[in-house]
């Protein structure tokens, strides 16, 4: 996906990229690479913008995918997560 270089837009893609992973997420069965993908970008992104609440809900959708996988630590890693919520 090519994205216009312009403030609002670098400000919107995080939005965008978490809605993916969460469409992602919500599939059956999920679409684990994709979600995954999705939300690691968004997270890396809105850290970067300040965007506290929106890496907080990227991270809670990579627990709610990781938590069918049986992998309850990762799972748990991610939910738990403290981000400043500015």
């Known amino acids: ?3 216009p270089a312009d403030t609002q837009n670098a400000r919107s893609k995080p939005y ?3 809605l ?3 469409i992602a997420v919500e599939q059956e ?3 684990f690479e994709g979600a ?5 970008e968004a997270i890396a ?3 970067d913008l300040g965007m506290g609440p929106l890496v907080g809900g990227c991270h809670l959708g990579l627990g709610k995918l990781y938590r069918p ?3 309850r630590e990762q799972a748990h890693e991610h939910v738990t997560v403290e981000w400043p919520m500015e």
């Open 69 to 71: 996988t049986g992998n």
């Open 29 to 31: 069965p999920p679409v």
């Open 36 to 40: 995954e993908e999705h939300y690691h």
């Open 45 to 47: 992104l809105a850290g």
């Open 20 to 22: 993916l992973g969460n």
């Open 16 to 18: 965008v990229l978490s």
């Open 1 to 3: 996906m090519s994205w």
